[in-house]
């Protein structure tokens, strides 16, 4: 039937510009301005559909569902969004004229009118009483833009026509809002879990780390204790001396990496060089290579990246001195750099001891360790963790008694 049709298509664009498109802007995107200003050009798109499938009654006027789009916009997004859609709404219908453009004047500014009581307080409703709300005003306002037609501009009564009009409105407005509601229930449940899991991670680390940390100070304090015996041989305070000093830095690496854990993200992002952050990587694991008969085979050119350096040396650190532990008897460790689609493949590999698939599946979880009292299980976490926070990847393939390789993919600066 004449008019039911373009209603219906009205629907459809509203359940794809306010229901799926804002979904999946807000599930990809993590920047709050760009979701708003994506979310108000949907809403926009969906006024421009409603407006552009409409059923003509006489004397140019116009009806369709735009006005639950305005009244969601207004609701939800305050009044700043609501009047960027007014305007939207009126720029657009005049482009197709008629005397119906005053009526679209009128039912905007009762818009304006009957939803500025509630935006304030929109918010803090109940989710029953906001989809009770967002109808009631459609409907509302649908039905004044009907009395204005009727009324003021004498246009033509078609009764089924406009019952339709008005039931549609009826139905399509709760459902459209309670799908919309439930979508952003979803959303804000799903972002609280993913918090949550992350602060028991941190809360857990936390308690952990003191607890690792304290065992080497304890272990410091009882060589100090020990030294201060006057008659001690220089030999022995030389030695208690340098288990200390192992200690303490085996607690700085432990804090070290936690403290990656917690704040990941780089806060001076500077343009590196990937060849001269290799050099002082290479400068600081080439003691710890001799001493097990370790050959360090590079082939690095200079690429550029944009991170920060600390954060990187920590990263490459933790990885290349996995590499060396790896190889407790002489061995090659591979430094490589490549580009490939605008991306830097730099490849860190070794011909140690390898890993099991049981192994190389759990890398990177907190406190993962096969080096007993000797490892913390957090140098990979901490690894990965910064690889991350630079967009970049790692891909670990490891073959038991063989060796293992590290390709880490970075994104190249364009320059
Ligand atoms: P830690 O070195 O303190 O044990 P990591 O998080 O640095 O902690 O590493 C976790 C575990 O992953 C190591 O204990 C080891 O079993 C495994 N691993 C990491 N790198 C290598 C490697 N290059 N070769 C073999 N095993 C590795
Ligand atoms: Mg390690």
């Keep these: 039937m004449f008019g039911i049709q373009e209603l219906l298509l009205n629907v459809l664009a509203l359940i794809v510009f306010i229901l799926f498109i804002p979904l999946i802007i807000v599930l990809k995107c993590n920047n709050d301005s760009h979701i708003n200003l994506l979310k108000f050009i949907s809403f926009s798109l969906a006024i421009i559909s409603c407006i552009s499938f409409p059923f003509t009654l006489t ?18 997004g305050g009044v700043k969004n609501g009047l960027l859609l007014i ?5 657009y219908r005049l482009c197709f004229g008629g005397i119906g453009i005053i009526g679209t004047i009128i039912t905007v500014v009762a818009t304006l009118i009957l939803t500025f009581p509630f935006i304030k307080k ?14 009631l005003v459609a409907l509302l306002n649908s039905s004044i833009s009907v009395i204005i037609a009727l009324a003021i501009f004498s246009v033509d009564f078609e009764p089924l026509l406009i019952f339709y009009y008005l039931v549609i409105t009826a139905i399509s407005c709760p459902c459209i809002v309670y799908i919309y509601e439930t979508f952003h229930e979803s959303i804000y449940i799903r972002q609280k879990i993913i ?18 940390v304290r065992n080497p100070l304890a272990v410091v304090k009882g060589f100090l204790q020990l030294m201060e015996d006057v008659d001690l041989e220089e030999k022995k305070r030389k030695n208690f001396l340098q288990i200390s ?12 990496n936690y ?8 806060e001076n992002i500077e343009i590196l060089d990937i060849r001269d952050e290799l050099g002082k990587t290479i400068d600081m694991i080439t003691p710890l290579a001799n001493m097990n008969s370790i050959i360090i085979d590079t082939a690095i050119k200079p690429f550029f990246i944009k991170g920060e350096s600390q954060l990187l040396q920590q990263c490459l650190l933790n990885i290349c001195k996995n590499c060396i532990e790896a190889m407790p008897n002489n061995g090659t460790l591979t430094i ?80």
């Design 122 to 135: 929109f918010n803090n409703f109940t989710k029953r009483k906001r989809m009770l709300t967002a109808s």
């Design 59 to 76: 004397n140019g006027f116009i009806f369709d569902l735009r006005l639950i789009a305005l009244v969601i916009g207004f609701l939800y």
């Design 87 to 91: 305007g939207v709404t009126v720029l």
């Design 245 to 256: 000093i192992n200690e303490i830095n085996r607690a700085d690496t432990i804090i070290r």
């Design 336 to 415: 490589e750099t490549a580009s490939e689609n605008n991306n830097l493949h730099l490849t860190i590999a070794d011909t140690g001891t390898g890993m099991t698939k049981e192994q190389l599946a759990r890398i990177g979880e907190p406190y993962f360790t096969t080096k007993g009292r000797e490892g913390t299980g957090l140098g990979m976490m901490a690894a990965m963790q910064i690889i991350s926070s630079l967009q970049g990847k790692i891909h670990i393939s490891s073959t038991l008694n063989k060796g293992t390789k590290f390709l880490i993919i970075l994104p190249l600066l364009n320059k």
């Design 195 to 212: 918090k949550t899991e992350k602060m028991e991670m941190v809360s857990h680390l936390a308690s952990s780390i003191s607890h690792e």
């Design 259 to 266: 403290l990656t854990f917690a704040k990941p993200s780089p």
